[in-house]
């Protein structure tokens, strides 16, 4: 069974440029997650989705940041235009049922987003 | 709201010592805790969990965690270490309607 896949693993932009990272979740996962890790500190919540609706998107920073779920498949988060202080580490989890009763997360190996 | 502290940065050990990583929470009613490890180039992976029953939880990897309530505290344990053992580790607590809060992570060197 394939993973949580996540790409690119790496991206080093420009300030002021646009990036977009892709996650594709485990097959049959309706819950998808966004997280962000900066260098040395807490892994933070970005945005939930239950299949292709946004259950939670508390955790977004700012309108800069976008997320779309096509047809409840693949996730996308894009970037635009990217600060300086949006580097860090963006990680992807999938899980079948609900994250908060318990059920483990499956991540992705993140990808690490460099803004220069 | 919820939160988790992983007051160790960096911990060093030795190659067959023992290993305790601590953590401590805060969440108002009984939580939901986890322990996850990363590897390098490789995601987060789930060792143990936590959310009601016997306070001492076994895991994968010869891992085990103990909660306790009047701690506040969910500290990850193994008797001894393997090199293998040296990666990322991550606690996280969460419960309710909430989405999984995790800490900022305990890097494990493991000297031979």
């Known amino acids: 069974e394939a993973g949580v896949t996540q790409f690119p693993s790496h991206s080093v932009i420009e300030k002021g440029q646009t990036v977009t990272l892709r996650c594709d979740p485990i097959?049959?996962?309706?819950?998808l997650y966004w997280y962000r890790r900066v260098m040395g500190k807490e892994i933070k919540f970005l945005l939930h989705?239950?299949?292709?609706?946004?259950?939670?998107e508390s955790g977004m920073p700012n309108n800069r940041f976008l997320a779309e779920r096509t047809g409840g498949t693949y996730s996308t988060l894009k970037v635009q235009p990217a600060e300086l202080e949006d580097s860090g580490v963006y990680f992807c989890?999938?899980?079948?049922?609900?994250?908060?009763?318990?059920?483990?997360?499956?991540f992705g190996s993140g990808t690490q987003l460099s803004v220069l | 709201a919820q939160s988790v502290t992983q007051p160790d940065i960096h911990i060093t050990v030795s190659e067959g010592a023992s290993l305790e990583l601590r953590c401590n929470y805060s969440?108002?009613?009984?939580?939901?805790l986890f322990w996850y490890v990363q590897s390098p180039g490789q995601g987060l992976q789930l060792l143990l969990k936590?959310?009601?029953?016997?306070?001492l939880v076994q895991g994968i990897k010869g891992f085990e965690a103990e909660f306790k309530r009047s701690q506040s505290s969910f500290n990850l344990r193994k008797p001894s270490v393997h090199w293998s053992d040296a990666a990322e580790y991550f606690c996280?607590?969460?419960?309710?309607?909430?989405?999984?809060?995790f800490g900022r992570g305990t890097s494990l060197i493991v000297h031979p």
């Open positions: 989890a999938s899980s079948q049922g609900l994250g908060f009763r318990g059920e483990k997360l499956f």
């Open positions: 097959s049959g996962h309706d819950n």
């Open positions: 989705f239950v299949k292709e609706s946004k259950q939670d």
């Open positions: 969440y108002g009613a009984t939580p939901y």
């Open positions: 936590y959310f009601s029953g016997d306070t």
């Open positions: 996280a607590v969460g419960g309710g309607s909430y989405i999984p809060t």
